[in-house]
């Protein structure tokens, strides 16, 4: 079952000898419960591509479909509820409130929506996460990689149709990276989540279903 569609997908950066053209009519599909790798230099247009598909920006052209969904018809709001509901957002610095715990973290797209927070998969979140003795810890307090735990923690919550990862492992020691990468592996192999993860290590790419390699903001392969 196809979870995600992308349309001949372009960004348009300046105008006229300034023009930058950082996707160029990008199509591809994505099943539901697969993990597909992002990769390319840096510059290629594979972080554009993530915002894109997870509402972040809107392209000058194309088209997103998330869950059959036309994501660019919804207005700015609609845009941001649908994002908040249906898309987990990894990001390379975890990007966590630094006043808020762990818990507190892990459950703010809950309560941003004002939707009530189911305990028993909570705890079980974070005894998956391994953050059993840090839940009532602030961002400051722990290791990089409990950092960017807590900030998978907070995109698997609301339980969305599709994860996006970008560079998840970037700013981690190799230890750390191991961990990461295998907490997202799990969550794709037992609880079916689909997930798209930007990286520029082919090694890290290797555990995904699917390679797909951009250059110049177009795909020249897939694996």
Request: neutral net charge.
């Amino acid at each position: 079952m196809e979870i995600l569609r992308v349309e001949n997908l372009c960004k348009q950066y300046g105008k006229g000898e300034n023009k930058v053209m950082a996707l160029d009519h990008i199509s591809f599909s994505v099943e539901k419960g697969e993990f597909v790798a992002i990769v390319g230099a840096s510059g290629s247009g594979k972080s554009t591509l993530l915002h894109l598909i997870g509402g972040v920006d809107r392209p000058t052209s194309g088209k997103v479909f998330i869950d059959q969904k036309d994501i660019y018809q919804f207005n700015d709001d609609e845009l941001a509820i649908f994002r908040r509901r249906q898309v987990g957002l990894i990001y390379q610095f975890y990007n966590l409130i630094p006043i808020l715990n762990i818990e507190e973290n892990i459950t703010l797209p809950l309560d941003l929506d004002n939707r009530k927070i189911n305990k028993q998969k909570l705890n079980e979140l974070i005894k998956i996460l391994g953050l059993e003795e840090r839940r009532t810890h602030l961002p400051n307090q722990l290791s990089g990689g409990q950092q960017q735990r807590t900030s998978i923690g907070r995109a698997m919550i609301t339980t969305p149709s599709i994860i996006l990862a970008d560079e998840p492992t970037g700013n981690l020691d190799s230890k750390s990276s191991d961990e990461i990468v295998a907490l997202l592996k799990k969550s794709n192999r037992e609880y079916k989540q689909t997930i798209i993860m930007i990286t520029h290590n082919m090694e890290i790419a290797k555990i995904a279903d699917r390679v797909i390699k951009i250059e110049d903001g177009k795909i020249v392969r897939e694996v």
